[in-house]
């Protein structure tokens, strides 16, 4: 990391403090949607310092060294070997995340990632692994964890608010796919497109978050709406210990207006419905109700619960989730807040679900991965470990039939569904 | 870079605009998939649009939505009925957009909303080296593209909205709020407004590049809601900088109440106008009536 003593301008907004200020030095790779508005966080950034822009798109480049001064390369190895920096920001397609990560982790930089992390659990422990053993900040962008309103929500069932989670639906639904041909990356499988990796992935790893990871999974559908080569939709039934979960995502839906992620649990004592702008809260008369909650019905608000973030482009998640990035690669968590949102290994998890969904939708006997699940389960979550146990003692027998069946799926995908 | 004056034109200090219309509900998405639904129908939204109207509210602030367009044709086509109405455009409706990005991919999506001329044709073949100049032409070109369904009805202020408005500001891609001005006031004859999350950073870029007294619309309320970087730095812009402000969100999505929302607004005289959004008839009505209470005309300074 360098210590710039002449801040420049963007810095003096971090305030009047006149002490050397360390700057995250940054590469952003990838400047597509999510890319673009990255980039622009990141310039607006007080504590960072965008060194170069990465993209095989030499147009866009050329646009943005013109007009906004930026240093751009489209040979990322190269980029990698002739820049200072501190820090990869990767927004490329899901396809190309597992090398660009390798490279820039055994080259000892922080890591920002686009979800999800890669197209195989595996590769994705893997990076997890390296990243720990470099002792460098491994985050992946499931957005979702950096709404206060889904944050309100694992806070309530973390603390036992509703008591025991019993059952959860887990939705998402918006407007992607809407007519048979697409032309980009996000309609090929093999790239890391379709409904499962783009849309389900957002909904699994909320319930990762809220829930640990799944035991089992049953009954999936990948079914088609629009696509040829890749599912619209993603429905399944998800074990939990002794929760049970409906996924319902549907990508092919222009009745919502942008996509929508909900989430419902029931628990013991109460129900939570939330979504990006509220969180309905239900409290039996036998909930303890926390400060701030009484029995029946609640409901906080995203006004209420969001606090105004540095810089605004589409939403304060984005703007949180960066910034949160930022302070762990300079090493500034304050002590109170969650010292582990989005790490890979928890990305990691998500990643193994959806082998477990594809491995089922393809008949193959699914087992999850014998894994401890990315953060202790909520206290509160009644869990049976039978079966847990069981898929222990078969261990890498499990894993590998998994993976086999991932394989099947991926090879067959266009004959065996619909 | 010259310097760009201000119209002196003043601005209605209530403005209606079209969120309620298009199913935006920053609160509640059972709210906004209600509303998507009763205004689905072009009379329902005219019904509302009428009610404004009539309560003296003459001024629409909208985007440049598809529907915009069968709302354009109703008033152009009764020019009596609709004396003084006036349209402030907000381009783009950045969805259509986003959308086509996924679809297409960053540049064929931009070849789908430029004019197929040599221009566009050349510079996408060679897939690089754009000359400045290009750019420029582009940007140019996608706001014609977006003016296009406002022909024949007044609109004296052109908006860029608060998404491309920020997206640039954080990329530090200057120049292209001076080249929206630029064309705006040429072609169309109107003042450039910009919508933002981020009014601090942005009056600062805007002076830069040698926009004065800018018309800029953003987030200013009580509850402090979307007011990025903290609301002291917006009080302190608004108490020394320079600029015509339209506050939006003032009741912060319906957290506050009208009284406390224009009470609010009232302590500062630097906003000249409010855009607020209703569904009904007997809402505008009230809005209306305590606007004029708590917030006087007489307190805004230049005004009869």
New interface residues.
Partial sequence: MTTFLDRPAAAVAAGPDSTPTTMLRVAVVGVGKMGLSHLSLLRAHPRVMVEVVCDANGYVLDVLGTHTGLHSATDYAAMLDAVDIDAVVIATPTQAHYPMVRAAIERGLHVFCEKPLTLSSEQSEELARLAEERGVVGQVGYHNRFVAAFAEAERLVEMGAIGTVHHALAEAYGPVVLKPKGGTWRSRRAEGGGCLYDYAAHPLDLMTWFLGEPTAVRGTTLGRVYSADTEDEVYATLEYGGASAQLSVNWSDESYRKMTTRLTLWGSHGRITVDRQECQVYLRESAVAPEGYRHGWNVKYTTELTPPVWFYVRGEEYSAELDYFVRNALGELAPEEAQDLNTFESAAVTDRVIEMLLADAAGAPVTPAPRSPARPAAPTTRRTTTRADRLREIGSTALGGLRRGVDKVRRTMGDKHR | MSTITHDPGVMDRLLFGDNQF????????EK?RAQ?MRFQDLDAVMAVLDAAYDEGIHTFMCTTHERVAEIVEVVRSQPERYAGFTFYPCMPYA?KY??A????????ALRRFLPDDGLVAT??KG????A?KD?ESMITMLIDAEMSMFRGVPTPVVFLQN?VV????????D??FAVFAHHVRDKYGAEPGYIT??LV?LLDVLDRVGIENPIVCSNMNK?????????DGYRAVLEERQFRAIAMSVF??G?LSPQEAFGWVAEFPAIESVVFGASTAAHIHSTREIADQVWPRAAVPGRS
């Fill in positions: 298009f199913g935006v509900n920053h609160m509640s998405e906004a998507a969805h986003a959308n990005v996924t679809d297409y991919g960053m540049l064929g510079a996408f897939g690089r080296a754009v400045r750019v998404v920020d997206l640039l500001l954080g990329l530090g891609f120049e292209a999350m981020n950073p509850l402090e809601f979307r007011m990025s970087g903290g609301a912060a999505s957290a």
